[in-house]
Nanobody, 124 residues
Framework: QVQLVESGGGLVQAGGSLRLSCAAS????????MGWFRQAPGKEREFVAG????????YYGDSVKGRFTISKDNAKNTVYLQMNSLKPEDTAVYYC?????????????????WGQGTQVTVSS
């Protein structure tokens, strides 16, 4: 079992930055691929970024590529999402997820554990 708790969300102006954190419980955190998803009101959950269990492979959704960076600290059982050059369309609830596959998937069903989400609001 893995429990995930996100933090770091908030209100920021367009062009600003935020760093989300996802703290995981469980001694096998290092063996999980991790992902970040987001969901805006009235929209489907969207893949944002994923990182392999080793941290050696990262993937990004097209809408955030070049602006967001995912990283993983296995010693701290934490995965991060650095978000730069934020836009109003980045406004959503951001979810952290953990999966047992070697590489991070881009679909929600590829993940086994989910956090409760953290709100990110970008004002124009």
């Amino acid at each position: 079992q893995v429990q995930l708790v996100e933090s770091g969300g908030g209100l920021v102006q367009a062009g600003g930055s935020l760093r989300l954190s996802c703290a995981a419980s469980g001694r096998t955190f290092s063996s999980y691929a991790m992902g970040w998803f987001r969901q805006a009101p009235g929209k489907e959950r969207e893949f944002v970024a994923g990182i392999s269990w080793s941290g050696g492979a990262t993937y990004y959704g097209d809408s955030v590529k070049g602006r967001f960076t995912i990283s993983k600290d296995n010693a701290k059982n934490t995965v991060y999402l650095q978000m730069n050059s934020l836009k109003p369309e980045d406004t959503a609830v951001y979810y952290c997820a953990a999966g047992t596959s070697v590489l991070p998937g881009r679909k929600s069903y590829e993940y086994d554990y989910w956090g409760q989400g953290t709100q990110v609001t970008v004002s124009s």
